[in-house]
């Protein structure tokens, strides 16, 4: 990754995008500015070692389109759980392999959010969309689907999915 100043991007962001600049203008900053590096979509890590089964943030278990990692962090805090219990008295290995595999299944939804966070490439896109389903009921079951993981980001960034949200919805 190449290194990036994340107050000139921040910056550059607020004066690209207009709701951004609005409030920065208008408003006022409780503090300083603060980030951090986020491990996302179970990538970055890994994921066992003999003794040691590595969940949540650690392993990567962040949304890279939309940050949420809650709920993939207790996930994997389960998955971790459940391969202990499972391999009890069968050694470190057969818990690794059980935890591991538990990761493996989770990827392609991953995949799908990674995905879609190509829409953030176009900020104009995400500003249509927020558009769009501002005058859509429909539009709006979507993308809260997204959020509640029962439809898939991967159906929203297609020329299908974008096509669909010009047309009417209910």
Request: hydrophobic share 45%; proline share 5%; aromatic share 8%.
């Amino acid at each position: 990754m190449p290194d990036l100043n994340l107050r000139e991007l921040f910056a550059a962001f607020t004066r690209a995008h207009a709701p951004a600049r609005e409030l920065m203008q208008g408003g006022c900053l409780l503090g300083e500015l603060k980030g951090a590096p986020l491990r996302c979509s179970l990538e970055g890590a890994r994921w066992s070692r003999p003794g040691l089964l590595v969940a949540g943030e650690a392993a990567g278990s962040t949304y890279s389109f939309t940050g949420e990692g809650i709920g993939k962090a207790l996930e994997s805090g389960m998955l971790a759980g459940e391969a202990i219990a499972a391999a009890a008295g069968a050694g470190d290995a057969s818990a690794s392999a059980r935890y591991e595999a538990g990761l493996a299944a989770l990827r392609p939804r991953f995949a799908a959010y990674e995905h879609a966070n190509r829409i953030n490439d176009h900020p104009w896109i995400a500003d249509f969309v927020i558009w769009r389903a501002r005058r859509s009921p429909g539009i709006v079951r979507r993308l809260s689907g997204v959020l509640e993981e029962s439809y898939s980001p991967g159906q929203l960034v297609t020329a299908r999915g974008l096509l669909r949200l010009l047309l009417p919805v209910s």
